[in-house]
């Protein structure tokens, strides 16, 4: 148990530390034109709606996403090891994944909860009084957010892993009891 909070503490820091490198690499890159500057003053209320749109679907998104997420391994994948374990079966497998999902998870609602805190701090800039810090801070949402996007495709990645682990433990247990599902 000690082991998987270091784990699950580790996960977080990194995600920290690399969404703040983002940010650093964002803002070398961030100098806009003249044009740029006047299309994001001459289009600030309409940036700033749309923004807070996604704001409001994104949240949403992550709210279903993760209770989704979190019943998967609550509900479905630890039962299921919790009755392996009990029956004397060896399901080191299957424990594994289900590890490596949960430290997933919490790097998702780590990294979900920093890309929200970016988007509403961009959402609060006066992008007509100052459009580079305005563009900068939506750049650095939108890493962020595709840090999240990583995460999820993570996620399914271990929730296909986990499949793949039952099958194996099915073919194992089949061949080696005799029994069949």
Sequence with gaps: MMKRIVLVGFAM???TSMAFIAVEATRAQAALTDEQRDRIVANCVSIKNTLNQLKVSDA????NRGQIYESMRSKLMEPFNDRLANNS?????LVAVTTSYGIELSAFR?????YERQLTAAIRIDCTDDPDAFHVAIENARSLRQQVNDDVQSLHEFIDDYRNA????????????????
């Design 13 to 15: 820091l990194l995600s």
């Design 60 to 63: 949403l998104l992550r709210v």
């Design 89 to 93: 079966l060896d399901a080191r497998g």
């Design 110 to 114: 780590s990294d979900y909860q920093n």
């Design 166 to 181: 039952v099958s194996d433990f099915r073919l194992n247990y089949e061949r080696v009891s005799g029994d069949s599902w």
